[in-house]
Nanobody, 122 residues
Framework: QVQLVESGGGLVQAGGSLGLSCAAS????????MNWYRQAPGKQRELVAG???????SYADSVKGRFTISRDNAKNMVYLQMNSLRTEDTADYYC????????????????WGQGTQVTVSS
């Protein structure tokens, strides 16, 4: 099994910055893509940013130019740097990864963290 644990959420004023981290641990054989999702109250969960195992990135239009996703494969970490935050960025942010465990090296499974809250005040 693979566990994902997010950290770094909190309260920030509009226009400010915040960085999120996600640590993957457990019986990891290989991590393919790693992603950040968010879910605002009353809304569906949406993909914010993703990064492949070789570092290719993609972003939701709403965060392009403001958010940066990165990863450290040696540490099994993924990060999300959020700049120029807006009130509409307020949400629970979830780390997501597709990974193979040492007990089943040839099957990618999807894993989720427990989420971390980000609140942007006006």
């Amino acid at each position: 099994q693979v566990q994902l644990v997010e950290s770094g959420g909190g309260l920030v004023q509009a226009g400010g910055s915040l960085g999120l981290s996600c640590a993957a641990s457990g019986s990891i054989f290989w991590i393919n893509d790693m992603n950040w999702y968010r879910q605002a109250p009353g809304k569906q969960r949406e993909l914010v940013a993703g990064i492949s195992s070789v570092g290719s990135t993609s972003y939701a239009d709403s965060v392009k130019g403001r958010f940066t996703i990165s990863r450290d494969n040696a540490k099994n970490m993924v990060y999300l740097q959020m700049n120029s935050l807006r009130t509409e960025d307020t949400a629970d942010y979830y780390c997501n990864a597709n990974a193979a465990s040492t007990t089943n090296r040839y099957v990618l499974r999807e894993y989720w963290g427990q989420g971390t809250q980000v609140t942007v005040s006006s």
